[in-house]
């Protein structure tokens, strides 16, 4: 089976910190995904990666980074943490399967800034 | 853009009731379209999908039927368990790697 973790299921940090979530995927996959989930909202992707070192934004990029070293590994920056990204942040990873892309979910990241 | 619309939520029916969660979608092209599930506490988990028009995705009793011409792919299920009880997520993917959610529709099943 597919696996995704996520180094934190609970997080809380202060107003202007710096911010590191952690994402690995054991799968193989050369896509990676990170999303916030929000009520009433959905899950808004925020940055994506197809390969080592690359990255495109997504819907919401402002206030993060990313970083993608390793096949395996996507990692999601909040440079100066506010209060306005308490949420609950999700990491994915994907590849061509069957004629389509498939995600693959982490458990999520509740993130509460104070 | 691309774009999901599924029923506002909450749902809340009774064990053993009839469920049927409306998802409708815009795309400019021939998406595949999905449902995914979230438990409680838990991460999204892919409940099924279909690929082409008239394709029909089941999975756990739940069925749903791609159709083009309403653009529409609709989750369905004769008979819920308090256990289905979660978030349903409607999304679709146009061939490349993103995929374009909906808001999620909480369901409750009470015994």
């Known amino acids: 089976d597919v696996k995704v973790t996520q180094s934190s299921r609970y997080l809380v940090k202060r107003t202007g910190e710096k911010v590191f979530l952690e994402c690995v995927q054991d799968?193989?996959?050369?896509?990676m995904f990170w999303y916030r989930q929000d009520p009433g909202l959905g899950l808004r992707l925020i940055y994506f990666?197809?390969?080592?070192?690359?990255?495109e934004k997504g819907d919401i990029p402002e206030g993060y980074s990313v970083s993608r070293e390793k096949k395996e590994r996507f990692s999601l920056i909040l440079e100066s943490a506010s209060t306005n990204q308490t949420s609950m942040y999700l990491c994915?990873?994907?590849?061509?399967?069957?004629?389509?892309?498939?995600?693959?979910f982490g458990p999520g990241t509740r993130l509460t800034v104070t | 853009g691309d774009s999901v619309t599924q029923m506002e939520g909450p749902v809340t029916l009774s064990e053993e009731a009839f469920l049927t969660i409306n998802c409708t979608y815009t795309?400019?092209?021939?998406?595949?379209l999905f449902w995914y599930v979230q438990y409680p506490g838990e991460g999204l988990q892919l409940l099924l999908k279909?690929?082409?028009?008239?394709d029909k995705g089941s999975n756990k009793g739940f069925e749903a039927t791609y159709r083009k011409e309403t653009t529409s792919f609709h989750l369905e299920k004769g008979s819920v368990q308090v256990s289905d009880s979660a978030v349903y997520f409607c999304?679709?993917?146009?061939?490349?790697?993103?995929?374009?959610f909906g808001q999620g529709t909480r369901l409750t099943i009470n015994p």
């Open positions: 994915a990873s994907s590849s061509w399967t069957g004629g389509l892309y498939e995600q693959y």
């Open positions: 799968m193989d996959h050369e896509n």
């Open positions: 990666s197809y390969d080592v070192k690359m990255k």
């Open positions: 795309a400019t092209g021939y998406p595949s």
């Open positions: 279909a690929t082409k028009a008239d």
């Open positions: 999304a679709l993917s146009e061939g490349a790697q993103k995929l374009v």
